[in-house]
């Protein structure tokens, strides 16, 4: 934690979203240490994380072993060294946000297209979950 606060990204006072992020990647036992550190549950529970960022690292966690599969369809909206280079399924979100591809208010057609491309229906139920407001 110590290198985080040095680099000025992180403050022992203020570890709301790292509790946060922790909570949304399933990591409680971490959530438990940084809580325990912390000496205090102020402010749990309170959302900081936007809805669509929330929704984009859930629907990027279950995609990690299929990026490999995925990345032959994306070439035609990804550059093709770019693709090459794509490792995490979280830095592919990040590049279709570059290209505009997807966004807050445009995440159904391409993220479901990826959905139904892999045959992932537990990820249409998560876009359907983030267009119902179930990510607020």
Known sequence: MNKLEDRALLYSSRLEILIELLGLIGRSELQRQVLDFRGSTEGLGKKIILPYRA?????????????????????????????????????????????????????DFFLFEIAEYLKRDDLVLKLNDYNAGKYD
């Open 55 to 107: 929704m984009i690292l859930d629907f990027a966690s279950g995609i990690n072993e299929e990026l490999k599969s995925l990345k032959a369809r994306l070439k035609s909206i990804i550059p093709a060294r770019t693709v090459g280079r794509l490792k995490e399924a979280i830095r592919l979100m990040v590049e279709l946000e570059k290209l505009t591809v997807i966004r807050p208010r445009q995440v």
